[in-house]
Antibody, heavy 120, light 111 residues
Framework: QAQLEESGGGVVHPGRSLRLSCEAS????????MHWVRQAPGKGLEWVAV????????YYAPSVKGRFTVSRDNSENTLYLQMKSLRPEDTALYYC?????????????WGQGTLVTVSA | QSLLTQPPSVSGAPGQRVTISCTGS?????????VHWYQQFPGSAPRVLIY???HRPSGVPDRFSASRSGASASLAISGVQADDEADYYC???????????FGGGTKLTVL
């Protein structure tokens, strides 16, 4: 059974950096494009970034482009999100999500999320 | 503002049929990209409710159905039950942004 476990969240001052990790198990991680999705407290879901299975293609939401970098280590089955120049509006629960192997669903597997709070 | 527009809330009495709309544009739903629907309970991660615009994963009751037309999609719940109270999100892909997009979410209240 596919499992995703995020870590690395915490409280950080505006302008600082933070790196999130997502450890995957139970599915073909190295063959899967992986996403980060976030959810601000009491708000809706917002797609953040995607990385191709080989790590060569990366796309970002306009709100984080130039500040966030997605990467992966297929030998460790781990996905990363490096966040720089953090803003209060980046405060959210950050989920990693993986696609279905059988359908076109991009967000089939979800972790439980890691909370990032950007505050002075 | 989300590129996919959903009503913030809908409600219905137990047993009634409720629908949730999702309005997009020519660069997402109207461009015939797949629409997926997710259900999220408080404190939990979302789960796939409908994929590929109209298909239910195994385990999802057939009370849930979805359709699409033009640049819009909709989710229908027939015979709504108290444990259907949750937030519902539509999701597609937008070619103008090269981004995956979600609707703003709809909170379903069962009266």
């Amino acid at each position: 059974q596919a499992q995703l476990e995020e870590s690395g969240g915490g409280v950080v001052h505006p302008g600082r950096s933070l790196r999130l990790s997502c450890e995957a198990s139970g599915f073909a991680f190295s063959g899967s494009a992986m996403h980060w999705v976030r959810q601000a407290p009491g708000k809706g879901l917002e797609w953040v970034a995607v990385i191709s299975d080989d790590g060569n293609k990366k796309y970002y939401a306009p709100s984080v482009k130039g500040r966030f970098t997605v990467s992966r280590d297929n030998s460790e089955n781990t996905l990363y999100l490096q966040m720089k120049s953090l803003r209060p509006e980046d405060t959210a629960l950050y989920y990693c999500a993986g696609p279905s192997m059988l359908t076109t669903v991009p967000f089939d597997y979800w972790g439980q999320g890691t909370l990032v709070t950007v505050s002075a | 503002q989300s590129l996919l527009t959903q009503p913030p809330s809908v409600s219905g009495a137990p047993g009634q049929r409720v629908t949730i709309s999702c309005t997009g544009s020519s660069s997402n739903i109207g461009a015939e990209y797949d629409v997926h629907w997710y259900q999220q309970f408080p404190g939990s991660a979302p789960r796939v409710l409908i994929y590929g615009s109209t298909h239910r994963p195994s385990g999802v009751p057939d009370r849930f159905s979805a359709s699409r037309s033009g640049a819009s999609a909709s989710l229908a719940i027939s015979g709504v039950q108290a444990d259907d109270e949750a937030d519902y999100y539509c999701q597609s892909y937008d070619s103008s942004l090269s981004a995956w997009v979600f609707g703003g979410g709809t909170k379903l209240t069962v009266l």
